[in-house]
Nanobody, 125 residues
Framework: QVQLVESGGGLAQAGGSLRLSCVSS????????MGWFRQAPGSEREFVAG????????DYSDSVKGRFVISRDDAKNTLYLQMNSLKPEDTAVYYC??????????????????WGRGTQVTVSS
């Protein structure tokens, strides 16, 4: 069974930075598009960023574009999310997920087959 394990969350001040990591146990990690999602209390899970296999396509939500950077290291089976210029509204549990697609970045949760357990990010004002 494939596992995704996130790390790197924590408490940051507004304007600060955090780097999230997600390690996959999948042998086919390099063949999957991957995504980051987040869920704040009382809200639905929302797309944050996605990256296709071979880094051919990258997409961000409008709320994080220009502040967050998604990347992957297929040799380490690891997905990253560099979060800069953090805002209190970025506070949420952040999840990484493996897509059912390879070359396409989807923003829909239904198109992701495997999910991590999440890591909490809290940004204070």
């Amino acid at each position: 069974q494939v596992q995704l394990v996130e790390s790197g969350g924590g408490l940051a001040q507004a304007g600060g930075s955090l780097r999230l990591s997600c390690v996959s146990s999948a042998r086919t990690f390099s063949e999957d598009a991957m995504g980051w999602f987040r869920q704040a209390p009382g809200s639905e899970r929302e797309f944050v960023a996605g990256i296709s296999s071979n880094v051919g396509k990258i997409d961000y939500s409008d709320s994080v574009k220009g502040r967050f950077v998604i990347s992957r290291d297929d040799a380490k089976n690891t997905l990253y999310l560099q979060m800069n210029s953090l805002k209190p509204e970025d506070t949420a549990v952040y999840y990484c997920a493996a897509s059912i697609f390879a070359a396409r970045v989807s923003t829909a949760t239904r198109n992701y087959k495997t999910w991590g357990r999440g890591t909490q990010v809290t940004v204070s004002s």
